[in-house]
């Protein structure tokens, strides 16, 4: 085949090759004979590429889920070690609540025992959201890393 698919994003809203706008996405692929990089939408990607759209779809969802593990495997060593801590202290704050005092002391226990971890783990997840913008992350109750 002679373009393969490199990216699928929201970097562009326009196909270069029919000049459809207003796209949600574009589908770049890269001219393997010329080493060119174009953006198209699906249909247009479709026809390029010699495939129904069914099929170039089908290309599409495998390419986001590679893409997606990929991300995933890249975030995840970077995130794991402070999550995994932030559950530990979590989990000592909830063992060591006070009992029967009511809800808000216990709550505020909590808070205050977790309240420094959390914020680091807030920055992280705040300088990677920054560093991957295509892709949500949550820390609790487990870590969840997914396309926006
Ligand atoms: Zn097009």
Redesign the pocket.
């Known amino acids: 085949m002679r373009y393969i698919i490199k990216g699928i994003n929201e970097d562009e809203s326009v196909?270069e090759?029919?000049g459809?706008i207003n796209l949600k996405r574009v589908v770049w692929l890269e001219d393997v004979e010329t080493g060119h990089l174009t953006h198209?939408?699906t249909?247009?990607a479709s026809k390029l590429r010699g495939l129904t759209v069914k099929d170039q779809k089908n290309d599409e969802k495998g390419f986001l889920a590679d893409e997606l593990e990929r991300l995933r495997n890249e975030i995840l060593p970077i995130l794991k070690p402070l999550s995994q801590k932030s559950n530990e202290i979590r989990q000592k704050a909830l063992d060591t609540a006070p009992e029967g005092k009511g809800l808000k002391v216990r709550r505020d226990h909590i808070r205050n025992y977790t309240h420094s971890i959390d914020t680091e783990l807030r920055t992280l997840v705040e300088k990677l959201s920054i560093e991957y913008p295509n892709v949500i992350i949550r820390t609790y109750p487990t870590i969840n890393i997914r396309y926006k």
């Open positions: 196909c090759l029919c459809k198209v939408g249909s247009c």
